[in-house]
């Protein structure tokens, strides 16, 4: 990358299956505090705001007009990204370096229990004309995703369970996580079918919660803080939106994404270079399709490396030591928010009891939920 | 859609073509639920409606008195102080005569117009105040600058809602004077 920039503030709400009694601007404000006060600045001192919401999750039309009090962003220079929270970290990031932005805070949150009739929701984001007339749960694209990647040969559909078995009890080790649990795999494998081979347990059940970020360039960094973690590279990639004809079973976007991200921060090895990753693992099975994508395992080898316990918190590389989106929840464009956050926790070396040994470098990969095809990749460093 | 008097080049597509099939089109509408959480601010604004008061939130920096209440001054940055109460009467701070329903639909001649209004609250900071909407006013008569008060739903009737208050009417004067005329208020 041409210039540095760091994430040097970070502040986030618990993630829980509901948050009555908070309002979505409490929640936000709640994050922004936190992530201000840990730098010691204020709204005054922050050039210019980034934020994350999709109207539809939100129930409002323009809800980037609601964004601004909670921030302190009213009468700033502000603008909302309708994309992942990696999307927006871009868009922050690329502020900081075009010079005129020094200090930029990006924020995402989910206020998903809200939302009461989310396969409707979901629904409408299918083409009208070719797709929504089959009237079909959405689930219905991670099982035709799912079948054919272990058609492919690409896992077994115990590694899939065993995915949801790691992340969730992860989550145990995060206070802040929504789902963790002691499962075993037949108590993913014999979980209720959705739309198989998906069952109840692969998928990732919706939380709330908010992320603030604070990133800036790297002189005011220094000055704000000692432990900045910095944005080696930023990637992210769209497929077709046909889901008649996209590449079932191979995660193109994903692995663009990262090669755009691999090539700004520098790394011709990831499997070598990267300590630990977060990635999407919405359905069980994208964890394994992601991080093969993202060229951290040989094809076919992620669901073998998980068996190693390669992927565990005590492996060489481990992924979604977090929980994940199935142990802290299902944040929809917040998702990759979480995914930062635990990288950022991880690289300060405050990550308590889920700390992981000697962690420099580390990415997060986040997808945007069925039926999309978008990722988004950001590669972050503690040197 | 028939464009009036207004005449464009070309064949025009007609709303019965496309009744008749002539043009295919998928309709659907959107089955969309949402229960926001209010929050402490707003869940405590409510409940005080339901009581028939109109709480304030102060922040102790700016001393702005802010309705509706919320949880942190925007402005300071910090979380704001203490509940003040403040007055059901105000002034109109501005207004409109609405001739439309929301969904765009004439208000027939002879029916009441809708009159949406800004209510700066007594007791509260300069800006602050309400939106709700008028009656018991001749619509010829209403001013910028004019004082209102709240007509409260009977407290059995209220369910934590702004529209526990029914609307505001004035003070005094300008009072609605013969049932012929357009009047305000639903």
């Excluded at chain 1, 909670?70 to 370096?97: E, F, N, R, W």
């Excluded at chain 1, 990831?270 to 630990?276: K, Q, T």
């Excluded at chain 2, 001013?143 to 709240?150: D, F, N, S």
Aim: proline letters at 5%; a negative charge; glycine letters at 10%.
């Amino acid at each position: 990358m041409i210039g540095k920039v760091a994430i040097t503030g970070l502040g986030y709400t618990e993630f829980s299956a509901g948050s009555p009694g908070t309002s979505f601007r409490e929640l936000t404000y709640e994050a922004a505090a936190k992530a201000y006060n840990e730098v010691g600045i204020e709204p005054k001192d922050i050039d210019t705001f980034v934020c994350t919401s999709e109207d539809f999750c939100e129930g409002y039309s323009i809800s980037d007009e609601y964004c601004n009090d909670q921030l302190g962003a009213v009468l700033k220079p502000v603008q909302t990204i309708p994309g992942d929270a990696i999307h927006s970290l871009a868009v922050g990031t690329m502020l900081v370096l075009t010079g005129q932005f020094d200090i930029v805070a990006v924020q995402a949150l989910s206020k998903l229990s809200n939302m009461k009739t989310i396969p409707n929701m979901v629904n409408f984001a299918f083409d009208p004309i070719l797709n929504r007339p089959l009237d079909e749960h959405y689930s219905y694209v991670s099982g035709l995703a799912m079948n054919r990647f272990l058609h492919d040969g690409k896992a077994t559909r115990e590694q899939c369970a065993r995915v949801v078995v790691k992340n969730r009890a992860n989550a145990l080790q995060n206070p802040v996580a929504a789902y963790a649990a002691d499962l075993t795999l037949d108590n993913v494998l014999d979980s209720e079918p959705v739309s198989e081979p998906v069952r109840l347990l692969d998928l990732a059940q919706v939380a709330d919660g908010a992320i603030v970020f604070v990133i800036c360039s790297e002189q005011t960094a220094r000055s704000l803080t000692d432990n900045p973690i910095w944005v080696k590279g930023v990637g992210w990639s769209t497929d077709s939106p046909s889901l008649e004809s996209r590449d079932w079973g191979n995660a193109v976007s994903t692995r663009l994404a990262g090669d755009m991200a691999y090539k700004m921060a520098g790394i011709k090895y990831p499997a070598r270079e990267i300590d630990l990753a977060e990635v999407t693992d919405e359905v069980s099975f994208k964890e394994l399709e992601y991080i093969e994508a993202l060229r951290l395992f040989e094809p076919g080898r992620a669901g073998l490396a998980l068996e190693d316990g390669r992927t565990t918190r005590g492996g060489d590389l481990p992924v979604n030591v977090s929980g994940g989106d199935l142990g802290v929840g299902h944040l929809f464009e917040a998702a990759g928010a979480q995914k930062l956050m635990e990288i950022v926790l991880q690289l300060r070396g405050t990550a308590g009891s889920r700390q992981i040994a000697n962690a420099h470098t580390g990415l997060a990969q986040a997808w945007r939920g069925e039926p999309t095809t978008s990722a988004a990749v950001a590669i972050l460093s503690n040197k | 859609m028939e464009l009036g008097k207004f005449k464009l080049g070309g064949t025009q597509l007609k709303q019965s073509d496309i009744d008749r099939g002539k043009v295919l089109t998928l309709a659907q509408t959107p089955d969309l639920e949402y229960a926001w959480d209010d929050g402490v601010a707003i869940g405590r604004y409510l409940e005080e409606l339901k009581n028939g008061k109109i709480i304030a939130r102060k922040c102790n920096k700016c001393g702005r008195i802010m309705i509706p209440p919320r949880m942190f001054c925007e402005l300071c940055w910090r979380a704001t102080d203490e509940w003040v109460y403040c007055k059901d009467t105000g002034t109109v701070n501005t207004y409109s005569l609405c001739h439309v329903n929301w969904d765009a639909s004439r208000i027939p001649e002879g029916e009441p117009l809708h009159l949406p209004a800004l209510i700066h609250i007594d007791g509260a900071s300069p800006g602050m105040g309400i939106l709700h909407v008028l009656g018991e006013v001749d619509p010829d008569r209403i001013k910028i600058g004019m004082k209102v008060k709240a007509v409260w739903k009977k407290p059995g009737e209220r369910e934590g809602s702004i529209t526990d208050i029914m609307h505001f009417k004035p003070l005094r004067a300008a009072r609605k004077k013969s049932k012929k005329k357009k009047s305000g208020g639903r």
